[in-house]
């Protein structure tokens, strides 16, 4: 199955700065999607990240605030914008493989904290 | 997307097998059932998915009976490094934008020595 590796791996940071979140998968994959997941609960889709066209985000999330790119079939990044103490979580790449059927591949996911 | 309704925990003792059900009245034709294991500070890891009837691999046996509107996981001989959350999600393979992966709250898993 395919693997993703997600950096950073966490960080703190200033309210109103903004972090970019990285994930590059080892094999090429259509469907790239970003998940939030708060300490103990379950995750919640932010979008969905396919390359060549323009993500699709899901009711409460907005581009301004959580803009996407997919340059290629193996990369994807995810910047949380004016970060606020609200926006601390954990954020997840994940990806389903063109080939395959182990399913969805996951990242190890990025514990970002504001202060 | 389906609804999927899991308990939210469960106890267990090494060695012993756990069957984890979930309830999804509302599943469509063209949905597949799929586990994920998901580890504190690590991703999801898918486990095993099925359509119909029974499913197994080398960790774990999925049942789905004839009316798909429950699955049961069973995880035989569980060990201290099965606790985990085990999520049930329903969703068909995607073949365009717009199939993606709905989690539930997920079944929090306690196995004791």
């Known amino acids: 199955s395919a693997v993703i590796s997600q950096k950073p791996s966490r960080d703190i940071c200033q309210r109103g700065t903004s972090l970019t979140i990285q994930c590059q998968v080892d094999?090429?994959?259509?469907?790239m999607f970003w998940y939030r997941q708060q300490p103990g609960q379950s995750l919640t889709l932010i979008a969905t990240?396919?390359?060549?066209?323009?993500?699709?985000?899901e009711s409460g999330f907005v581009i301004d605030k959580f803009p996407i790119s997919r340059p290629n079939l193996t990369f994807s990044t995810l910047t949380v914008s004016n970060m606020s103490p609200e926006d601390s979580s954990i954020y997840l790449c994940?990806?389903?493989?063109?080939?395959?059927?182990?399913?969805?591949?996951f990242g190890s996911g990025t514990r970002l904290t504001v202060v | 997307l389906a609804k999927t309704t899991q308990p939210i925990s469960m106890d267990s003792y090494e060695g012993q097998e756990v069957n984890i059900t979930c309830s999804h009245n509302?599943?469509?034709?063209?949905?597949?059932i799929t586990w994920y294991q998901q580890f504190p500070s690590q991703g999801p890891r898918f486990i095993i998915q099925?359509?119909?009837t029974k499913v197994t691999n080398e960790v774990a046996s999925l049942f789905i009976p004839a009316d798909r509107k429950s699955s049961t996981l069973s995880l035989p001989r569980v060990s201290l490094s099965d606790t985990a959350v085990y999520y049930c999600?329903?969703?068909?393979?995607?073949?365009?934008?717009?199939?993606?992966?709905?989690f539930g709250g997920g079944t929090r898993l306690m196995v004791k020595p």
């Open positions: 509302n599943i469509a034709t063209n949905d597949y």
């Open positions: 099925g359509y119909k």
């Open positions: 994940s990806a389903l493989p063109d080939r395959g059927r182990d399913g969805y591949t």
């Open positions: 094999s090429q994959v259509t469907m």
């Open positions: 990240a396919n390359q060549g066209s323009e993500a699709t985000y």
């Open positions: 999600l329903v969703g068909g393979r995607p073949s365009g934008a717009g199939n993606m992966l709905t």
